[in-house]
């Protein structure tokens, strides 16, 4: 039996006055990293927002971890979007975000030396390099943000992270760094990880488990090579066989 880190009941969500996920009951599973698959609609970015108490919901969601989750974005939770969204009319280099998340006091006052080279180890240690700090965030290309996000999304060290399709606009060799870094930091460190994905066919190889969701109702949850032909055709219909390679 595995031992659960999130456990999620009845959860009901109504957006502009549908109720897009209706009554979804699921367990994270403590310590693996579990993918959320499902087609466009299916209430994935949902499911995460109300993770993070983004939206409002009824049910339970429960952490079995002792920290404080009664208020939004709980500091032990790590995030990567679907979508950056970027005020133009807000100039924000990679340092500047990156500054105002790590130190407390305003980074006018300049950073810290210590910070800075956190700064430095944090991009690499999610392939990209130094020379991003001084470009504006809406200026790097969706791949590079994706990358930053998912660097300050890993500090200092959620116990959970939750990501978007967060390998969505990254390339394919980067797509190979970004789930060995993943898979790093969940065996290191015991990080629990939830990804959504559409990526149906490498995610098979990544993860531990998968949960499948439909119109707002997980279909399936269990480990990869447990999903059946005739569960993913009835969750996925046409696109049942984006799935046939990953659990041969
Ligand atoms: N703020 C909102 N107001 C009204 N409807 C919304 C809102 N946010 C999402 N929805 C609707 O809820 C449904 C689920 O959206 P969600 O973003 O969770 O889907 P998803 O599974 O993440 O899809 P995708 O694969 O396209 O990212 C969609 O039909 C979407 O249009
Ligand atoms: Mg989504």
Known sequence: MIASLVS?????????GNEILRGLSCELARGKIT????LNGSGKTTLLRALLKEIPYTGAIQFHCGHDHSKPNPRHVGYVPQKLR???????????LLGIAMQRRPIFLGL????????KVML???GATESLLDRPLEKISGGEQQRVLLALAMWPEPELLLLDEPASGIDVQGQEQFYDIISRLNRERGTTVVL????????????HQVMCMKDGLIHFQGPPREITAEALQQI?????????HSHQ
């Open 8 to 16: 999620v009941r009845n959860l009901r969500v109504e957006l502009g």
């Open 236 to 244: 996925f219909g046409t696109a049942r066989h984006l799935f046939v």
């Open 112 to 119: 810290r030396s210590e910070v800075k080279q956190q700064m």
């Open 35 to 38: 993918a959320v698959l499902g």
């Open 124 to 126: 690499e240690g999610v």
């Open 86 to 96: 970027i005020e133009s009319n807000m100039p924000l280099t990679v340092r500047d």
């Open 196 to 207: 959504v994905s559409h990526d149906l066919s490498t995610v098979g190889a990544h993860v």
